[in-house]
């Protein structure tokens, strides 16, 4: 009975291990004490953005770096799906990365839901996302653990739902936003 609980005990050990080693580096929430940002102007309202850069740092900073030289002023929603996506950030209108870098996946435990704000990538490379990303209309858990979701519309969903294609991003700008 003795080596019963000796070797249970073992085994228990060891699940536990290999279980914290799956999440190892992947955050299941974001912090709101670390959250970032963004205002985004369109024709119909605006939109606040709230980024996430402990759940995707490499894609937070990316997408900062971005709005702050000003890439996305004027760019088109190219691709806007009602009840799916609208998606924007390829100012070549070709579905190519605009930029001269492409991002690591990022992945977390965070699911695609109404406002979820992820990043956009060149067919099935998950290491290929640049400078497009979307905004869900709704649930999509298809998209689950396949993309970077990066952040979420904190305020101005109304607008977004009255995105469409070859609407414009006005302006992007970071914010500062206190709870």
Known sequence: MKKFKLLMGMALALVAQQSNAQVEGVTKFPNPDLYKYVKMETKH??????????????????FLDRVNEGFYNGVYFHRVIP??????????LVGRPAANYTLPAEFSKLKHKRGTLAMARVGHDIHSASTQFYISYGSHPHLDGQYTIFGEVETGMSAVDQINKGDKMIKLYQVNKTR
């Open 45 to 62: 309202g605006d939109v606040v953005l709230r980024l996430y850069p402990d759940v995707a740092p490499q894609t937070v900073q990316a």
């Open 83 to 92: 009840g799916f996506v609208a998606q924007g950030g390829d100012p070549t």
